[in-house]
């Protein structure tokens, strides 16, 4: 019997939570285009979705979005994107294994001893 009772409220609780999901509303929304080409936009949903960038269209942008996971870990991602491309950064982000010792030393010995050119005689 409890076993019965504890999968129905966990069912119960799964299906008001993505009820609650598809019935975000949106509780701000900000739209600014102007001439001289720049932009800036923003919005809020009821859901905790946060979202704003502004920037000059084709040129560069930056902004910044933060939500809840699945598993409710709060996300922040900013980002900037211009000539260098595109750039988020984020804690929920992978990152790269470190550089393994013998690299660095490889790279440390390239710096100290430049390649020089030989010149050959004619």
Sequence with gaps: MFKTALIISLFLVAATRAADESQAQTIRY????????SYSWEYGTS???DAQESGVGGVQAAGSVSYAAPDGTPIQLQYTADEN??????A???????IPD???????????????RIQLKK
Excluded: K, S, V
């Excluded at 929920?92 to 470190?98: I, V």
């Excluded at 013998?102 to 010995?109: E, G, S």
């Design 92 to 98: 929920h982000l992978p990152t790269p294994p470190p």
């Design 102 to 116: 013998y690299i660095l030393r490889a790279l440390a010995y390239i710096e100290a001893h430049p390649f020089e």
């Design 47 to 49: 859901n905790g979705i």
């Design 30 to 37: 900000r739209n600014e285009i102007q001439p001289d080409g």
């Design 85 to 90: 491309g595109y750039r988020p950064t984020g």
